[in-house]
């Protein structure tokens, strides 16, 4: 390749329907496929950036998805085209969203693309995406998401240099001369600084001794499912290399274009793998992360189930155990609203503050930046801190660990024991997925209107015996304490007088149809019931919530695709 090229214009025509959602633009792989779909997106991105542009560095990767590979090297001419200066990519198009998000920080870029559809499953007939992050290393906020969504409806070109090609598989820096200026791209080991980060974050000797054990303790057996996903390099580099456990601890660690088959969200329905191994086999301790790496579950012996909401409880009350936290001290907690509320009772106790905000990591970012904010999560298998601006998988595995080799327990005695001093809140999802449009809509609205009808607040709904009596109906909206911005609708709640709650949401992630979420969340401190079954304790509630939804009758489903 000679090394001076020349960009040139390419006349295109406007897509309809380029609005980034909850995590950027994600659609069927096909759409993306289109003739210039995903070069304009790409030209949107760029041009959002305004004067910031010329001269930018930008880091590019993704979860290893299919169609990642021709993407990244789309986004290669388009940026050299359009005066980016410099591009840092990870090695074969990988990097997980966590890693994207510490690139950016640590090389104080102006931003990343990171080509992921997260969780959703892979492959030609499945899912893509393109999702934008800021300087900050987080998801966009919504007035940028909207500034790219305006440029690609009036979109009439683009800008591409098709001469510059690189090969991404190789570690390398390349300098091209493009319209007489350098354009730098550098192919980068896709681990390297989230381990060095994760190094400077967590004490790795105390979980290699935890791992390992010594004399009086036996080894602490752990099984990590990477789920085809993008987490297979960094889990291999992490636990294998650094922490010294064997390669059978680590399974589907090769990330694959289409997760071989498998839909990447580490929940009890769609993780059943590792439930199933580790139900039957002699492992302490289970984790399994999401497609890019930013989602994780964690289990404990015989497949004991960790909530996304308890595990966020447990954290905040053990934050002493991670040199990071020692260092910032705990600046505050953050939940999103549907998360069940364990982590406000921790809250209260620690005397540190507690915010909810609405679904959707981006609502964290602003908190963190502000100073306000040390360790979040969300119901949805999210957990992280301010160490970067997006949730993190394998963070959330080794603080875990972190947690267990300072108090020397397993994880069922760690939930025993937080729920004896807390209290309990017993929490569950139910997911009815690939739902008609319409009549999700027609389902919110009739919820929507039951709740503003006079009487309902106070008024009494009992199920087999028990009896919740209703103190707020609402449909949830958000004022952001740092910047005032505003974000309504979203979610109808339902909070009741003994603090249990009822919400009921339409995902923003799903690609095809509806899907509808109901959460339940509902509070226990008698120690006869701590150890109780949550889908036995919460039934009286879930009936409530299904009764005052009508969803069998607007759905036609008599159960969840997903119960978490
Ligand atoms: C993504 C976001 C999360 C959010 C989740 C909600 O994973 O990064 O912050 O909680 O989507 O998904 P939903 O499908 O419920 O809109
Ligand atoms: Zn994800």
Redesign the pocket.
Known sequence: MSSAVASKIIETRVYEGQKP???GLRKAVRVFMQEHYTENFVQAILQSLGEQLPGSTLVVGGDGRYYGKETVGKIIKIAAANKVKKLIIGQNGILSTPAVSTIIRKYKTQGGIVLTA??NPGGPDADFGIKFNCENGG?APDHVTNKIYEITKVLKSYKIAPDVTVDIDKIQSTTIQVDGSPFIIDVVDSVNDYLEHMKNIFDFSSIKALLQGSNSNPPFKILINAMNGVTGPYIKRIFINELGVDNSSIVNAIPLEDFGGLHPDPNLTYAKGLVNAMKDGPYDFGAAFDGDG??NMILGKKAFFVTPSDSLAVLAANLNSIPYFKKTGVKGYAR?MPTGAAVDRVAAKNDIKIYEVP????YFGNLMDAGHLSLCG???F?TGSDHIR??DGIWACLAWLSVIASLKKSVEEILLNHWQTYGRNFFTRYDYENCDSEAANKMMQHIESELEKPGFVGSKLTSEGKTYIVKLGDNYSYTDPVDGSQASKQGLRILFQDGSRIIY??????SSGA?I?VYIDSYENDPASLTKDAQEVLKPLVTVALEISKLREFIGRDAPTVIT
Do not use: C
């Open positions: 959602g909850t995590s997260s969780h998801p930013d989602r999103s679904t959707g990591w981006k969300e119901e949805s999210g997006e949730k949401r339409l995902s923003g992630t799903g899907t979420r």
